[in-house]
């Protein structure tokens, strides 16, 4: 469902554009026409930043990108937490710490075991599966993360205020999935065939 911002809710909307997680995408619909998906994912009494808001269901064949993404490991942790990519992208696994990583997932969507010795070390990875696929280091234990694999470019990951912004979906009604660590859900969305829907989403 849609939900009608209040004044206070919309100014920071409006404030939080700046740093807003993004997807473009280039699709066009054979409804015609095609907006912008912006909205807030609410966590309990809070916001959920790196939560991933996806539709998946638009149809039509897409490219994912040509270059590699990275998910660094800096500092015992790996850095971003939630990493959202469109099935067919290449991962960049990269050390920036002057000591020993292990980088590993025993995932069902893939599966995978990297060693990574010293600073600069880095190895590239395809994930070719939609699905999550959580990380972890085998040498230490706290560093986890999440890449989450999307089968279209119609996705976003919410930033610190927990804002996201979905460009150039088409026109339509679809189901928005959001996933974050700890939970998920799903609600009905309806896109115009211009301009901007807007909701706001309870975890």
Known sequence: MISKFSPALLAVLVASMATVGTSHATHSSKLGGKADLVGMVKKGTGRAQGAVVSITEVSGSYSAPSHAVTMDQRDKEFLPHVLAVMKGTTVRFSNSDPFFHNVFSSSRVQTFNVSQEKKGDFTDLKFDHAGIVPIKCHIHASMKAYIVVLPNPFFAV?????????????????????????????????VPSSGEAKTVIQL
């Open 158 to 190: 919410t930033n610190s205020s927990g804002i996201f912004r979905i460009s150039g979906v088409p026109a339509g009604s679809y189901t928005l999935k959001v996933w974050a660590e700890g939970g998920s859900t799903t609600q009905a969305i309806t």
